[in-house]
């Protein structure tokens, strides 16, 4: 059973960062708490396998280390912590949209007059 804790502890440091992803809508640039947690996993079951010196402990300890990268391409790489090329510059000409407005009526943004405005974009939780 002690063979587990290493990517039982390695999943959870994932399950954490979802959970407060999803239901607490928590965003940062580095998720150093759940990686701190996964790390851990890894390095008990890496521990763990010198100790004890079995084939389940080497085979849990390959387990959690393969997790542990496959997290870390998928925080650092594959996730929205990765760099992107498809962000825009400064100085980038805003994209050209039409949206309904409060009154009903239909903002076009192309037929603004090229006055300076002011867009906000928030995620909302309706």
């Not at 239901?23 to 521990?47: D, I, K, N, T």
Request: glycine share 12%.
């Amino acid at each position: 059973m002690s063979d587990l804790i290493g990517p039982i502890v390695v999943l959870s440091g994932f399950g954490f960062y979802v959970g407060t992803n999803v239901w607490l809508g928590r965003f940062r640039r580095l998720p150093f708490e759940f990686l701190a947690v996964s790390v851990a996993g890894a390095v008990y079951a890496v521990w763990h396998a010198f100790a004890v010196s079995s084939i389940a402990a080497g085979i849990s300890a390959l387990v959690s280390v393969g997790l542990l990268g496959g997290l870390c391409w998928m925080w650092f790489w594959y996730s929205m912590y990765g760099e992107r090329e498809d962000r825009p510059r400064v100085g980038d000409a805003f994209p050209e949209f039409r949206l309904p407005a409060s009154d009903g009526s239909l903002y076009a943004f192309a037929a603004a007059d090229r006055k300076r405005r002011l867009l906000i974009f928030y995620r909302g939780s309706w």
